[in-house]
């Protein structure tokens, strides 16, 4: 199985991001854009929170609040759980199932922002890497 770091590089789309002064309305359309289910809120490069959609079903639609006027910073979910690049998938997957999140922020050790994994890149890259054993052993059975 890859490393998070390898699964980093892998990922081909690019870092989406927003800073904690964009309305919501602004976040919700660069995840349209980019078909994101959450984005890392940045205050210049330090991570100050994340947003979802999540945030945005509870804390605008279920609120009455209005997305074009409410800012990112009043809503998102400030007290963000990260990992390490080293940190082994297994390990990761099993944070986002106990705290009940999708998406996880991947930091260096100097605070700096990696990138951020989702479940479905775990649980593709745990399929693919049963479907590489099975044909292993398919082929060992078979020699």
Not at 107 to 117: E, F, N, Q, R, Y
């Amino acid at each position: 199985m890859k490393t998070l770091k390898q699964l980093l590089a892998d990922k081909t789309q690019p870092m989406v991001v927003v800073s904690p002064n964009d309305t919501v309305f602004h976040a919700l359309t660069v995840m349209a854009q980019h078909n994101v289910g959450a984005v890392m809120v940045l205050n210049g490069e330090q991570l100050v929170g994340i947003f979802s959609e999540r945030d945005y079903a509870r804390k605008i639609i279920l609120q009455g609040k209005s997305s074009r006027e409410t800012l990112v910073r009043e809503i998102m979910s400030d007290r963000v759980a990260y990992v390490a690049p080293e940190t082994p998938l297994e390990q990761c997957m099993a944070l986002m199932t106990e705290k009940h999140f999708r998406h996880l922020p991947v930091l260096k050790a100097d605070g700096s922002v990696a990138g951020i994994i989702s479940i479905g890149d775990l649980v593709k890259e745990t399929i693919s890497a049963q479907q590489f054993m099975i044909a292993e052993l398919e082929k060992y059975i078979a020699g």
